[in-house]
């Protein structure tokens, strides 16, 4: 079982960056794609972004497309989500997840905070 810890959250400013890192445990980290998503207050949880096994394929949510990039480094199990000109509507609880053949989420981490407010 694949176990996922975001991390790097916190408040920033429109027009900010910020950086944050899912850490898996688990031998079998490597061979699966990881997503990310983020639910706001009152709203339904939303796709963000996925990044393949190897990190050689990505895809992204429009609303965050030239705004947002994920990258992965497999040696230190880790997945990192860049997020660049944040804007308010960003504002939410952003998950990473483990995904299926299918590209469904398996295994969820417990979420880190984002807030994008002057």
């Known amino acids: 079982q694949v176990q996922l810890v975001e991390s790097g959250g916190g408040l920033v400013q429109p027009g900010g960056s910020l950086r944050l890192s899912c850490a898996a445990s688990?031998?079998?980290?490597?061979?699966?794609?990881v997503g990310w998503f983020r639910q706001a207050p009152g709203k339904e949880r939303e796709f963000v972004g996925r990044?393949?096994?190897?990190?050689?394929?990505?895809n992204y949510a429009d609303s965050v497309k030239g705004r947002f990039t994920l990258s992965r480094d497999n040696a230190k199990n880790m997945v990192y989500l860049q997020m660049n000109s944040l804007k308010p509507e960003d504002t939410a609880i952003y998950y990473c997840?483990?995904?299926?053949?299918?590209?469904?989420?398996?295994?969820w981490g417990q979420g880190t905070q984002v807030t994008v407010s002057s």
């Open positions: 997840a483990s995904l299926s053949a299918s590209l469904q989420p398996l295994y």
């Open positions: 688990g031998h079998t980290f490597r061979t699966y794609h």
């Open positions: 990044i393949s096994w190897r990190g050689a394929n990505t």
